[in-house]
C-alpha cells in the first residue's frame, strides 16, 4: 500500500487534535493499518520517554500507544519545554539541541525543517498512514514565516488537512470561517475538510451551521463530534487542562493536595490517583492556600526547578507545608519537587538561569547539583516495602546527602533511588509514573487506609482508547477521510 498522511490543524490550541489524532489511530489500527503518528513541533513539558533513549510530547507518546507501536524520537522530532528566564529548551530527535527565546526560536527553525522532514520520511516508510497534528493555531499567520509546526509542514511535505475547531468555547463558526479568511491562499488550499469538536445537545440544532461553515469555506463537513465524557481518562498534553478543577469528592478517603506551580512538568503523574473513586485530588491553583485537610501533598515535577521553588515561596507555600508536616500529613516530590524537598539546589553552570544556588525547604537532608547529562529511561524496582514499581526517569541532576541511606527504593540493576526524611513522612523519588503501576498505587492508598485501587490504571487507559475510537467512526465521515489522504 502506498503510504498516506493527513494533517490535523486547530483553530487554536486544545481544541482536542491530540485526542482526535491518538482516537483516528486506534481507529484506523483497527483495520489493519500500519499508522504512525506525528507533530512536528510541540510545545510542552508534558513528555515522555521513548523506545530509542529519547524523548517527545506526552501526547504523541498516547498516539503510539494508540496505533499499538512503541513510541520514537522520530513522532516529535522538535519539542519545546519552556524554562524560565532561559526561554524554552528545545529538544530535536530526542536530544537537547539548546535553549533559545521565542524571538531567537524564529530564526532557528529553517535549519530546524530539515530534521522534521527526516523524522516525517522516516515514519512515512514503515506506516501505511501517518497522522500529523499541528501546533496552536493554524491562523497565526503572523508566525508564517520559516514555520515548521502548522502550513509551512504542509506545504514542505505535500500533507493535506482537516482543521478542528471546538464548539464547547464557543464562537466555533468565526474561529473555521475567520481561518479561512486570514490565511494565504495558497495555505488554505491545503485545507479539504473541517471536523466540529467537543458538540452537546441535539446535532440538527447545528446541522445549518455545518452547511454555512462548508459554504463560506469550500471545505468538506467531515463530523461533529459530541463531547466524549471517556476522553477525560485518557492523559492530557496541555497545561490549559489543568485550569479546569476536578470534581470535589466530599466523601472520599484520602485527600491529595498538588499545587500548580507555574512550570509545572509531566503532570500525568497524578492522573491515576484522580481516577480513583476514593481520592479527592485537589489541584491548588498558583497563589492559593494548601487545604489544611489534606493527607498528602505532592509536589509534581518542574522544568525550571529554581524559577518554581522561588514561586512556591513566594506564594507561602513553604509555611504550609511546615503546617502540614505538623499535622501530621505526608510530603511527597517527584522529579523536581524532589529536588526541591533537599536543603540546596546548585546549577553551577547556568542551566535553568544564572549560575549559582539556592536553599531547598530542608524538609529532606540531600543536596541536587544540576549538572551532567539527562537521564533520560525506562526503570524498574521495588520500594523499600517491597511493593514492585514500573515507570521512566526524565531528570538534570544528581541529588545526594545522609538522607540517601533511606531509599524510596531500589532499581532493577541495584541502585538505591530516592530518599525518606528519618520520621517516613517526606520522601522524593526521581520516578516517574509511578501511580500508574497499579501495585505501587495500592501502597499509597493503603499508607493512607484508603482501601484497595478500584481500577487497572492501564486497560482503562485502552478502554478509553478504544471507545473514542469507536465514538469516531461513529460521529465522522471516515470513508471521505481516508479519501482525503495524500
Not at 506526552?58 to 500507544?65: D, K, T, V
Not at 463558526?173 to 494565504?184: E, F, Y
Not at 491515576?272 to 493527607?295: C, H
Not at 502540614?324 to 536543603?343: D, E
Request: charged share 20%; net charge negative.
Amino acid at each position: 500500500m502506498k503510504p498516506r498522511a493527513l494533517m490535523l490543524q486547530g483553530t487554536g490550541s486544545d481544541v482536542g487534535k491530540s485526542l482526535l489524532v491518538a482516537g483516528l489511530a486506534r481507529a484506523l489500527t483497527n483495520r489493519g493499518l500500519r499508522v504512525r503518528p506525528f507533530k512536528p513541533q510541540n510545545m510542552s513539558n508534558n513528555a515522555a520517554v521513548t523506545a530509542d533513549g529519547g524523548e517527545i510530547g506526552r501526547a504523541q507518546a498516547l498516539q503510539a500507544r494508540a496505533a499499538r507501536t512503541p513510541p520514537t524520537v522520530h513522532m516529535n522530532p522538535v519539542l519545546l519545554k519552556p524554562q524560565g528566564p532561559m526561554g524554552a529548551q528545545i529538544v530535536v530527535q530526542g536530544s537537547v539541541f539548546g535553549q533559545a527565546r521565542a524571538a531567537e526560536y524564529q530564526t532557528l527553525k529553517p535549519q530546524l525543517m530539515a530534521a522534521v522532514l527526516d523524522s516525517y520520511a522516516r515514519l512515512r516508510g514503515e506506516a501505511d498512514v501517518v497522522l500529523v497534528e499541528g501546533a496552536g493555531s493554524a491562523s497565526e499567520v503572523n508566525l508564517r514565516a520559516n514555520d515548521i509546526a502548522n502550513m509551512g509542514f504542509a506545504r514542505a511535505a505535500g500533507v493535506p488537512v482537516v482543521l478542528v475547531g471546538d464548539i464547547d468555547r464557543g464562537g466555533v463558526i468565526a474561529s473555521l470561517v475567520g481561518t479561512k479568511a486570514v490565511l494565504d491562499p495558497a495555505d488554505a488550499a491545503m485545507i479539504r475538510g473541517f471536523v466540529v469538536n467537543r458538540f452537546r445537545g441535539d446535532p440538527a440544532l447545528f446541522a445549518d451551521g455545518m452547511a454555512l461553515i462548508a459554504d463560506r469555506t469550500g471545505w468538506a463537513p467531515l463530523g461533529l463530534v459530541p463531547f466524549l465524557p471517556e476522553a477525560a481518562r485518557l492523559p492530557a498534553e496541555d497545561s490549559l487542562a489543568l485550569a479546569q478543577p476536578l470534581a470535589r469528592r466530599a466523601e472520599a478517603r484520602l485527600r491529595v493536595a498538588v499545587p500548580l506551580l507555574p512550570y509545572i512538568a509531566n503532570f500525568d503523574d497524578l492522573d491515576p490517583l484522580a481516577a480513583e473513586p476514593a481520592v479527592d485530588l485537589v489541584r491548588v491553583p498558583y497563589g492559593a492556600p494548601l487545604p489544611g485537610d489534606a493527607q498528602l501533598v505532592i509536589l509534581p515535577g518542574s522544568k525550571a526547578t529554581i524559577a518554581d521553588l522561588a514561586a512556591l515561596r513566594q506564594a507561602g507555600l513553604d509555611i504550609d507545608l511546615a503546617a502540614h508536616l505538623r499535622r501530621g500529613g505526608t510530603v511527597l516530590g517527584l522529579c523536581g519537587g524532589y529536588q526541591m524537598l533537599g536543603t540546596r539546589i546548585a546549577d553551577p553552570q547556568g542551566i535553568e538561569g544564572p549560575a549559582g544556588a539556592v536553599p531547598g525547604l530542608g524538609l529532606l537532608q540531600v543536596e541536587t547539583v544540576l549538572t551532567g547529562d539527562k537521564r533520560l529511561e525506562p526503570v524498574t524496582g521495588r520500594s523499600a516495602d517491597g511493593a514492585s514499581f514500573a515507570g521512566y526517569e526524565m531528570h538534570l541532576g544528581v541529588t545526594d546527602g545522609p538522607d540517601r541511606a533511606r531509599p524510596f527504593g531500589t532499581l532493577a540493576d541495584g541502585t538505591p533511588e530516592g530518599a525518606v526524611s528519618a520520621d517516613g513522612r517526606v520522601v522524593g523519588t526521581y520516578v516517574h509514573g509511578l501511580f500508574a503501576d497499579d501495585t505501587q498505587r495500592a501502597v499509597w492508598l493503603r499508607r493512607f487506609d484508603a482501601g484497595a485501587p478500584a481500577l487497572d490504571y492501564e486497560a482503562s487507559v485502552d478502554a478509553a482508547l478504544d471507545a473514542l475510537a469507536a465514538h469516531l467512526e461513529a460521529h465522522m465521515d471516515f470513508e471521505r477521510l481516508i479519501g482525503l489522504m495524500a
